[in-house]
T-cell receptor
Framework: DTEVTQTPKHLVMGMTNKKSLKCEQHMGHRAMYWYKQKAKKPPELMFVYSYEKLSINESVPSRFSPECPNSSLLNLHLHALQPEDSALYLC????????????FGSGTRLTVV | AQKVTQAQTEISVVEKEDVTLDCVYETRDTTYYLFWYKQPPSGELVFLIRRNSFDEQNEISGRYSWNFQKSTSSLNFTITASQVVDSAVYFCALSGLYSGGSNYKLTFGKGTLLTVNP
């Protein structure tokens, strides 16, 4: 299995909702990442997990809360989002941080209304 | 600081034409990796190639080829005999090994939208 699977593919949520994005990989990778991509822009790094521990937070607002329950799973919990948070959220993994065999998922297209 | 420049915002070609996408980078690292990714409308970032800073050999994979010129800090990407399925946004990205601890981070260019018309 050489894939990163993200669910859901599309999500529409209100500003008062709480939702979660899910990312799963079964490649034995020990580094996992969340990237945010606005329309017509390149992806921007949000969080890095290494061996299930949060190692990097790129100054992301607290309304985004990541979680890594085990080595295969990465969640992004969303609460009180703003319309400007609408974007494609991409998950990626690599064998380790600094090992550059990144594999990206197909993303979750989030719309905040 | 690292920077990746893809000066071509959009390129439009007719099927079977050859097309070259440019990528110029800046880094203070002596060891670094360069990547090209393809992003079709579905959204997934598809890995195309990774090159390290010590390997200046050009690479060919089917209709794709890459020309790495360390002297000009460029890794250009050529598609030979383009096809409609090649239509996508192509990103060049850079990751340094010892750049202030940011070896975890891919720095992306702004991307080039390639449209291949039948």
């Amino acid at each position: 299995d050489t894939e990163v699977t993200q669910t859901p593919k599309h999500l529409v949520m209100g500003m008062t909702n709480k939702k979660s994005l899910k990312c799963e990989q079964h490649m034995g990778h020990r580094a996992m990442y969340w990237y945010k991509q606005k329309a017509k822009k390149p992806p921007e790094l949000m969080f890095v997990y290494s061996y299930e521990k949060l190692s990097i937070n790129e100054s992301v607002p607290s309304r985004f809360s990541p979680e890594c329950p085990n080595s295969s799973l990465l969640n992004l919990h969303l609460h009180a989002l703003q319309p400007e948070d609408s974007a494609l959220y991409l998950c990626a993994s690599s064998p380790s941080v600094g090992n550059y065999g990144y594999t990206f998922g197909s993303g979750t297209r989030l719309t905040v209304v | 600081a690292q920077k990746v420049t893809q000066a071509q915002t959009e390129i439009s070609v007719v099927e079977k034409e050859d097309v070259t996408l440019d990528c110029v980078y800046e880094t203070r690292d002596t060891t670094y990796y360069l990547f090209w990714y393809k992003q079709p409308p579905s959204g997934e970032l598809v890995f195309l190639i990774r090159r390290n800073s010590f390997d200046e050999q050009n690479e060919i994979s089917g209709r794709y080829s890459w020309n790495f010129q360390k002297s000009t800090s460029s890794l250009n990407f050529t598609i030979t005999a383009s096809q409609v399925v090649d239509s996508a946004v192509y990103f060049c990205a850079l990751s340094g090994l010892y750049s202030g601890g940011s070896n975890y981070k891919l720095t992306f260019g702004k991307g080039t939208l390639l449209t291949v018309n039948p």
